[in-house]
């Protein structure tokens, strides 16, 4: 069965360490997508992807970055966590083709900085 | 840019009641679909509907919306709701003349009761 699964599903950093987010796909959809969701704010686009090797800047990309290496992984990085990027993060693959085509959500990943 | 508004944070409502979710938008592009998701505690949202056809009503799982382009709204309602409907509720758009990005409203909590 198609799925969008991130690692880890909990983390706890530092402040200043370095925090890596994975995400692999089955579903073969060139798009990608890093979300975070915050009570009041929604789920706001961080980063996406077009395919591998393409990434791109979403509505709040500051302190972040992202890496395609390949069709099925989109990672999220967090080169010095701070408190502020304490979040759900949820990582999703889309069809290209647009239309009413959704999104595939992968299970969210909860980050704590401290 | 785009931009979706769910105005109310929190609804509450009795099992057997109808309820309405307010969803209203923004945008400057004319191949636009918009679609709700539903997400339960510590789950992935989920699609429940979507739609691009102005007047048209689309249902499932007992919900219903109709998208009013002449009033820029797409609300969610449900004639009856039950004690399971009981989740956070987003209204999105994506525009495939801009890169297929999902624009999520703030998101309404649904909290029915006995």
């Known amino acids: 069965e198609a799925a969008v699964t991130q690692s880890p599903r909990n983390k706890v950093a530092v402040t200043g360490g370095k925090v890596t987010l994975s995400c692999n796909q089955t579903?073969?959809?060139?798009?990608m997508y890093w979300y975070r969701q915050d009570t009041g704010h929604g789920l706001r686009l961080i980063h996406y992807s077009y395919g591998a090797g393409s990434t791109e800047k979403g509505d709040i990309p500051d302190g972040y970055k992202a890496s395609r290496p390949s069709q099925e992984n989109f990672s999220l990085i967090l080169e010095l966590a701070t408190p502020s990027q304490t979040s759900v993060y949820f990582c999703?693959?889309?069809?290209?083709?647009?239309?009413?085509?959704?999104?595939?959500f992968g299970s969210g990943t909860r980050l704590l900085v401290i | 840019g785009d931009s979706v508004t769910q105005t109310e944070g929190l609804v509450t409502v009795t099992e057997g009641l109808p309820v309405m979710l307010n969803c209203t938008y923004q945008t400057a592009y004319s191949d636009v679909a918009f679609f709700w998701y539903v997400q339960y505690l510590n789950e992935a949202p989920k699609l429940l509907l979507r739609?691009?056809?102005?007047?048209k009503r689309t249902e499932h799982q007992g919900f219903h919306a109709t998208l009013h382009k002449s009033s820029s709204s797409f609300h969610l309602q449900k004639s009856s709701v039950q004690l399971s409907d009981s989740a956070l509720y987003y209204c999105?758009?994506?525009?495939?003349?801009?890169?297929?990005?999902?624009?999520f409203g703030q998101g309404t909590i649904l909290k029915v009761y006995l």
């Open positions: 579903n073969n959809h060139n798009n």
């Open positions: 999105a758009l994506k525009a495939t003349s801009s890169g297929q990005k999902l624009v």
């Open positions: 739609s691009s056809t102005d007047n």
């Open positions: 999703a693959s889309g069809d290209a083709k647009g239309g009413n085509s959704d999104y595939t």
